[in-house]
């Protein structure tokens, strides 16, 4: 198995690929190809390693690994699943990849940020998949987690995980332009990986990309439309003492122009990633966001 692995990984380097949905290497891109091309269990063993493929389980891994080299499809939308905060999520074309360093901060249940104890209820905007609302209700089992998407399909995807982890009664699914759809309800906690694309960067992304639903990655000319009505509406949604976080990945630079006064918290994480900020309910309501 790990001579296959490994042939698999140079064919991987050979092809150029470029790596950034959930793994960052040829070698954990052939691992997770042929684990499903051989319809390996998730838990690992020694033992695995040393078990011979059957011919029809090569012929499968082959017509991954061409997909993935040719067609340059993501790897988790060849499997039709990828792990996040330490649970597995289905996902295919309707979603993003899950790969938020907000994953680090759902297992350490926010600390130091919130008293999570007092956590009740939490807001997922732009929930795709619903990585992050299944696996914060998972973190906070007193809380209910309302998950909006503007896209039916990607709530479709996000149905398929919550019934999965039995979560019908604590995740609540609904359709919503940002907060549109919410009414006057107040959460302890807004969480959002919204899109954050600029137009620029658009136009650069590498083909793997193209595959993944621009409506979830582009976010206008300098990539904030979708974060500047967050800022905006996101304190009249807070409880008191409650705290918004927002992933902008590269657009870090630019929020911190077009927002000067805003005292930003920008997060730490000890696996990498960045581009994550934290505000809380009363700094958002001291600032003057027209």
């Not at 389980?57 to 017509?63: H, V, Y």
């Not at 991954?64 to 080299?69: D, G």
């Not at 039709?80 to 994953?103: K, Q, Y």
């Not at 959460?187 to 990309?209: K, Q």
Request: net charge positive; proline share 6%.
């Amino acid at each position: 198995m790990s001579d296959l692995i490994a042939r698999v990984a140079r064919r991987l380097e050979r092809a150029r690929l470029f790596y950034g949905h959930g793994t960052d290497n040829a070698w954990d891109e052939a691992a997770a190809l042929v684990w499903h091309g051989l319809k390996l269990p998730r838990v690992v063993k020694p033992a695995h390693y040393q078990r011979r493929a059957q011919r029809a389980q090569i012929a499968d891994l082959e017509r991954l690994v061409k997909r993935r080299i040719k067609d340059r499809v993501p790897a988790a939308y060849l499997t039709g699943e990828t792990s996040f905060a330490g649970l597995w999520f289905r996902v295919d074309s309707r979603v993003l990849i899950p790969r938020s360093p907000m994953a680090e901060l759902i297992e350490r249940r926010f600390a130091p940020w919130i008293d999570a104890p007092r956590v009740r209820s939490i807001l997922d905007i732009g929930t795709g998949s619903g990585c992050i609302a299944i696996a914060a209700a998972r973190a906070f089992p007193r809380a209910r987690v309302t998950a909006v998407d503007i896209s039916p399909p990607a709530l479709e995807v996000a149905a398929q995980n919550v019934r999965r982890y039995r979560m019908g009664r604590r995740v609540r699914l609904l359709e919503s332009n940002h907060f549109s759809a919410l009414g006057s309800v107040r959460y302890d906690m807004i969480l959002s990986n919204p899109p954050y694309v600029s137009a620029a960067e658009m136009r650069g992304l590498p083909a793997e990309y193209r595959h993944e639903p621009s409506l979830a990655l582009a976010a206008g000319g300098d990539g904030l439309d979708s974060v500047r009505i967050i800022l905006r509406e996101a304190r009249t949604y807070l409880r008191p003492r409650g705290i918004l976080i927002v992933e902008v990945g590269n657009s870090e630079h630019r929020l911190r122009r077009a927002f000067p006064k805003l005292p930003f918290t920008w997060l730490f994480f000890e696996r990498g990633g960045g581009g994550v900020f934290l505000l809380t309910a009363e700094e958002l309501g001291r600032a003057a966001l027209g």
